[in-house]
């Protein structure tokens, strides 16, 4: 594992979410992502909170998104 930032922007270049993550590895779906309860989170350029549940996301190796 290992830290990583992850950010979702909005027009292209405009920040919307962003937090502070832990790369699980990769498989045939995709890149998996672990957010633990705590880790810090910001919406744009708002303060930074932290996160009130652990969550798990897949991002897939292809697709339209």
């Not at 590895?25 to 890149?31: A, I």
């Not at 708002?46 to 897949?58: K, L, N």
């Amino acid at each position: 594992m290992r830290p990583v930032t992850v950010q979702f922007l909005k027009n292209p270049d405009t920040l919307h979410w962003g937090f502070e993550a832990w790369h699980l590895g990769e498989d045939e779906y995709g890149t998996w992502i672990a957010v633990p309860t705590g880790s810090r989170r910001w919406k744009g350029l708002e303060q930074v909170r932290p996160t009130r549940q652990d969550a798990v996301f897949c991002a897939p190796h292809s697709g339209w998104w």
